[in-house]
């Protein structure tokens, strides 16, 4: 089985749903919601990917609101 190469989240661009989800520490529908809402989809044939530096844009507005 092909085993990929595991590389440090401040240095890759996308993640997978898995890592989303774990970066966020939330479960699968709410990463899903999150990568929606920031605009972060990137389908790349049947492979969907988030974009990392959206999630973190979308998630500093989220701070920045709370903080009002």
């Known amino acids: 089985m092909y ?3 595991t590389i440090e989240f401040d240095k890759k661009i996308t993640i997978d749903i898995n890592e989303l989800q774990t ?4 479960g699968r529908n709410t990463a899903l ?3 929606k809402n920031a ?3 990137i ?3 049947r492979r969907t990917l988030y ?3 959206k ?3 979308y998630m500093n ?3 920045e609101e709370c903080n009002g």
């Open 61 to 63: 507005t989220l701070t």
């Open 43 to 45: 389908k790349i044939g």
């Open 51 to 53: 974009r990392i530096d």
């Open 23 to 26: 970066m966020l520490s939330v």
């Open 33 to 35: 919601q999150i990568g």
């Open 39 to 41: 605009g972060a989809v």
């Open 3 to 5: 085993k990929r190469n």
């Open 55 to 57: 999630i973190q844009e």
